[in-house]
């Protein structure tokens, strides 16, 4: 990708992808759960039911067979299962990242 195509890119960008593009910018300066969460895609409603404290066991077997496992940006959500699931945050933002931002066709 070059300098003019980022630039064209940028310049057919909506409100709401600069405002994304922003977010994801100041994301880099400040990390922050509530950034995070934000940056993954959920919507005002779902991010009630998201809660960065994970099961101490669950957290503890998998670092057993996953030892960076705590080193990622997880969290329990409550939004589809009564028991909720854990979620990789970095993996949601990566993937709304290209979804907001139309990356999938550059």
């Known amino acids: 990708m070059t300098k003019e195509h980022l ?21 880099a300066n400040y990390e922050s759960y509530q950034l995070a969460i934000k940056l993954s ?3 005002e409603d779902e991010k009630r039911k998201i ?3 994970t099961p101490h066991d669950y957290n503890k077997a998998i670092t ?4 960076d496992f705590l080193n990622g940006r997880n ?3 409550y939004n589809e299962k ?11 933002i990566i993937a709304n990242i290209k979804t907001k931002l139309n990356l999938e066709t550059l």
Do not use: C
């Open 75 to 77: 969290v329990y959500n």
């Open 7 to 27: 630039i064209q890119h940028i310049e057919e960008m909506t409100n709401e992808q600069i405002q994304f593009l922003g977010d994801l910018l100041n994301f």
């Open 51 to 53: 809660d960065s404290a």
């Open 41 to 43: 895609g959920f919507t």
């Open 64 to 67: 057993e067979i996953y030892p």
């Open 82 to 92: 009564n028991y909720g699931e854990m979620l990789n945050l970095n993996n949601l």
